[in-house]
């Protein structure tokens, strides 16, 4: 079966360390996302990549980085630097172009908790 | 600034009854919208989405309007079933820039 996996679903950080969170795709998509849900401000943007190698800044990047060098992995991670990590974080893909007829396939989520 | 609004963040409604969900938009530019239900701790699953071209899309229980004067549209839900119980995000899109904007989102509580 084609779909997204995030691992871990939970994950517990210390202030002050990195995490990275994973994400990989078996769909063939060429554009992965990276969306953070917060209660009552719905999905945001973290960043996004339309291709291999190559990777933009959604609305809230501070505080995060990402790495692109297999279509198939767009791992995100939380350094230090992110004041507010503690949030449910969504990985997504579409067909290149922004999958105009069905949006975008989204995995089940990382929850992140610092404590 | 909030392009995509959802301004009631919760529904009560009457299983059998109708479900209706709406979304405001500002950008003139896009071109879908799309409407995702999502259950605690999962990700957003894909329901019914509508072109900027079309002013309405009917699937099974769901249709979705498309007031494109008003920046405005909504998801009609009916006869609503307690598994409808989820939080439902509109969610908009434009071809230039190939990014998902995301509502609030609407928490909806079908009663039994």
């Known amino acids: 079966d084609g779909g997204i996996t995030q691992s871990p679903k939970y994950l517990f950080r210390k202030e002050g360390q990195n995490v990275t969170l994973s994400c990989e795709q078996n769909?063939?998509?060429?554009?992965m996302y990276w969306y953070r849900q917060d209660p009552g401000q719905g999905l945001r943007l973290i960043y996004y990549s339309q291709i291999v190698n190559d990777f933009q800044k959604g609305d809230i990047a501070e505080g995060y980085s990402v790495s692109r060098e297999k279509k198939e992995s767009f791992p995100l991670t939380v350094t230090s630097a992110q004041k507010n990590p503690t949030a449910f974080y969504l990985c997504?893909?579409?067909?290149?172009?922004?999958?105009?007829?069905?949006?975008?396939?989204f995995g089940s989520g990382t929850r992140l908790t610092v404590v | 600034d909030q392009q995509v609004k959802q301004n009631s963040p919760s529904l009560s409604v009457q299983e059998g009854r109708i479900s209706i969900l709406n979304c405001d938009y500002t950008n003139s530019m896009f071109d879908y919208f799309l409407w995702y239900k999502k259950y605690p701790a999962e990700g957003p699953t894909f329901l019914i989405s509508?072109?900027?071209?079309?002013d309405k899309n009917e699937d099974g229980r769901f249709t979705v309007f498309l007031n494109k004067s008003a920046k405005h549209l909504s998801l009609h839900i009916v006869p609503s079933q307690p598994g409808d119980s989820a939080v439902y995000f509109c969610a908009a899109i434009s071809g230039n820039t190939g990014k998902l904007i995301f509502g609030q989102g609407t928490t909806l509580q079908v009663k039994p």
């Open positions: 769909l063939n998509h060429d554009a």
């Open positions: 509508i072109s900027s071209i079309k």
């Open positions: 997504a893909s579409s067909i290149s172009g922004g999958g105009l007829d069905y949006g975008y396939t």
